[in-house]
């Protein structure tokens, strides 16, 4: 598999350190607040990469920490008045709420800061002894910047140009500015824990290098763009300063969601959360629109790609839906499928491998199961190929093939009729559609279509036209639709 790797910028050939293994860290979040879509694209990615390199037939740890405690954190529940530790808590108890609704597989190891405040302390003192860090009168510590050498190495930074943007703030004892801190002497009211230089809490960065110690080397090393400087510099030099190892062989950051075509913040009011996204949209929905482009390229969300989006996967599942009723066929014919189909057919699961091997293509992907969907409507559209044992052949595959999707990607793996109900119910509430009025209409056109009158069945099909729903008559009966 290529992989485009952070340190370096460019792709490369991913192999692991140790055969067969891959031990693999993401930063999760800092637990002061419900997530956004950006964590939520963060989370997909790493998701969809744990399951590509464990369809390779690796064995992958995987390590996403949670930040207990920290400034944003102590903040909130001093404007809330709660205790700090059950801000956290609640947050982290939303962080999984919403990534279960997304289909995002929980890690093998998720260690929190507070849990590891001793690993933390003994890096902060294996730094200072090694002179690479060093605690001031006031019992904070800093690590010193320009005693690592290679500080600035992933993010093509020069000491040069971060000295021009570093401050030294009011109160703090740093030797140079461009120094930050390890462990931070406690304020009070803060909690804070007993420490060689007195009470106090980790700084944001040393809790990374203390948790992912035992883990040493990781293959891959994790997270948004937006950590590539200052906090996975930062990592880097805190563990590469006394472990004389590499961190990471390979650092994957993933690219930006904008909204609107606006950068997302709080003070835009632009800030959209997982959970106000879900309630109009599926979560599969949600999941399909983040895979739907290529992890580094930023992201744009709108309420017109969210519809696109769901457009497309209605369609797949429709495909699905539509090779699982024609499969409940008892009679095949012998007729063969044209060569140019079964060609067609054949080429996709290696075109999809292949998307998939060059850097997580998943937006290529998700192009050749569109693909396939085609090739099974032209099929479904056909009433030789679709009686015959040849066709019969392909649509069971196309079964087997969404389950395997469904796997790798977290996608089309529930089952058609739910799915596409949900959908309906989804679009019907966002559009204010009055769904006991439909039904009642369609129970309506049911009953004038049994007792065959077709003037009024024509007048309600108008009545639900005019309400944006479009019935189609099947065998089995009326089967209808949103427009
Ligand atoms: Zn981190």
Known sequence: MQLYNTLGRQKETFVPARPGKVNMYVCGITAYDYCHIGHARSALVFDVLVRQLQHLGLDVTFVRNFTDVDDKIINRA????????????????????DMDRLGVLRADFEPRATDHIKEIQDLCSKLI???????????????????????????????????????VAPGEEKEDPLDFALWKAAKPGEPSWESP?????????????AMSESFLPLDIHGGGQDLIFPHHENEIAQTEAVCHCH?????VHNGFVQVNAEKMS???????TIRDILESYLPETLRFFLLGKHYRSPIDFTADSMDETE??????????????????????????????????????????????????????????????VRIINRLLEDKNLRASEAGRDVLQEFLARAQQWNTRLGLFGQNPETFLAALRTMRASRKNIDMPRVESLLRERQDARASKDFASSDALRQALQDLGVSVRDTPEGQDWDLE
């Open 247 to 251: 961190l990471a062989r390979y650092w």
């Open 266 to 272: 709080k003070s835009l009011g632009n800030f959209k």
């Open 311 to 372: 457009k497309a996967q209605h369609r797949v599942y429709l495909a699905l839906r539509e090779a699982e009723k024609a499969l409940t066929r008892e009679k095949w014919k012998k007729v063969p499928l044209p060569q140019q189909i079964a060609d067609e057919w054949a080429a996709q699961p290696k075109a999809l491998d292949e998307a998939m091997d060059d850097d997580l293509n998943t937006a290529q992907a998700l192009g050749h199961i569109f693909t396939q």
């Open 129 to 167: 002894a090694a002179g690479k860090a060093y605690a001031t009168p006031s019992g904070d510590v800093y690590f010193r910047v320009r005693s690592y050498e290679a500080y600035g190495k992933l993010s093509g930074r020069s000491l040069d140009e971060l000295l021009s943007g570093a401050r």
């Open 197 to 209: 230089w007195g009470q106090g809490r980790p700084g944001w960065h040393i809790e990374c290098s």
């Open 78 to 97: 001093n404007k809330e008045n709660r205790d700090w530790r059950e801000v956290a808590q609640t947050y982290i108890n939303a962080f999984y709420e």
